[in-house]
Every structure is written in C-alpha cells, then in structure tokens.
C-alpha cells in the first residue's frame, strides 16, 4: 500500500485549495509545526522527538477539526507527551516559558501566578485529550533510521568524489525534517518518506547512481521492494508543496 492513515487526512491533493493553493488549513498546520520545530530544538529535543511530537499534532487534526481547539495549546501538549512517548521528559514550565518566548520575542519568563497555572493545567487536559482521541497510539515508526541505512549504502555505491563534493546527506535530512510541516508521516510509509527525499537529493544535485540504467531493478527498489515511482513522486510533489507554503507564509 502506498498510503496509511485515516481518510480525513487525504492524500496530498486534500491540502490544496483552489487552482493548486494550499488549503487553509494546511497553512494554519505549516505555521503550527513550524512552532512545533523551533521550540523543540529550543528546549533541546532531538530530532526524533521533535518528529514525533509533529505526528501527534498531525494524527490528531485527522481526527478533529483544526477549528475545535486552539492548535498552538495541541502543539504545546503534543510537545510535552512527544517528550514522555521518546523518554526524553520535558517540564511544562519550560514548554510555556519557550512557547511565551516565541510569540513574546524578548519576554521574561512568565511569574509563577494563577495565569501560569491555568495555561499549565490546559497543557495537561488537552494532553488527555489528545490521548482519548488518538486511543493512546502515540508510538510512530519513523524514517530517520531508514535514511541513515539508506545514505549509509548509498555512500559505498557512488565515488568518492560525488559523494564529498555534494552535500547529498545533508540535504537529505533536511527533506526529512521539512516533510513534518505537512502530513507525509501520516500519508506514507517510513521507508517510502526515507527513499524518496533521498531521490530528491540526489535529483536535486544531478548524481547519478552507478550502473542504476543497466541494474535489474532501480536503486530506490533496493531500498524498499515494495515502493513505486508514482508513490515517490506523489512523495516529492507534497514536499514541493512544503516549500511552496514557505514561500508564502511570512
């Protein structure tokens, strides 16, 4: 299957509007998980963390309307149970403290009074929520293992020249991270995500894989049997469209 999740998350058509836009309520998800991605890496997250705090925020909007609930207070416990789910515990203090920051730029640190203990209390009941409406599935398999498997090969295919003279992994990662401003995790399997940003990168860079026209079979078939180009280029055109909403959000 080259699709998962529930229907309401659509395929990557769903997140466009009109004459190809994107949809309302894919900006309002991209501005959300770009709060999600800057705050995490403030607090010090890793980046699976991180990544999985942005699927609970995406699983969870598949299943309520982004109008139902303020989608930063979501972001800000989707962060919080992220921390608790990958065992790299956060404390709420410090999830209000960073989130005031970002949208107070060179604000103090919020005092200890009845405003903070109700913001602290929201975080922790809409915790809750999130975990009723997902039925306690917060455990996601991700592609960054997949992808460092995948970069790990491909560096023993291509020469050494190619390899040192492009920055393919980078690049590749950074695929990676920018896939979660938009629904792929929720849309396509791990290892489809991992194959696919790193046929980008390679596109993008204009490396070719060694004796790939004369192989049996493509490179990327390698890497995951199952996996067909049409699902790789449905893979690209939403990261493409990633990139165009960051163009057009300030």
């Not at 004459?19 to 403030?42: C, D, L, N, S």
């Not at 403290?97 to 975080?123: C, K």
């Not at 293992?145 to 995948?150: I, T, V």
């Not at 690209?236 to 300030?250: A, C, F, G, N, R």
Request: charged fraction near 20%; charge should be negative; glycine fraction near 4%.
């Amino acid at each position: 299957m080259e699709a998962i999740g529930h229907d309401s998350c659509g395929r990557g058509d769903a997140a466009r509007g009109s004459v190809g836009r994107p949809a309302p309520e894919a900006r309002v998800h991209f501005r959300v998980t770009r709060f999600i991605m800057e705050a995490g890496v403030k607090l010090g997250m890793h980046s699976i963390p991180i990544a999985t705090a942005c699927t609970i925020y995406h699983k969870f909007f598949c299943e309520i309307n982004v109008d139902a609930y303020d989608p930063y207070l979501v972001a800000m416990s989707s962060l919080y149970l992220a921390g608790k789910v990958e065992e790299q515990h956060l404390r709420t203090r410090d999830i209000i403290n960073v989130s005031n920051r970002y949208f107070h730029p060179g604000s103090e640190p919020l005092e200890l009074d009845a405003h903070f203990w109700a913001l602290r209390d929201s975080i922790v009941q809409c915790e809750l929520l999130v975990l009723r409406v997902l039925r306690f599935q917060v455990s996601f398999q991700h592609p960054h293992k997949y992808l460092l498997h995948y970069l790990i090969s491909l560096k023993n295919w291509l020469n050494r020249y190619s390899w040192q003279r492009t920055p393919i992994s980078v690049t590749a990662w950074a695929l990676l991270r920018d896939s979660y401003h938009g629904g792929l995790c929720l849309r396509f399997r791990a290892q489809h995500i991992a194959v696919a940003v790193l046929h980008l990168a390679l596109q993008a860079y204009g490396v070719e894989v060694p004796a790939d026209a004369e192989a049996e079979k493509p490179w990327w078939q390698v890497f995951s049997d199952d996996l067909t180009k049409p699902v790789i280029d449905n893979i690209v055109s939403d990261l493409i469209q990633i990139y165009t909403m960051d163009t057009e959000i300030p």
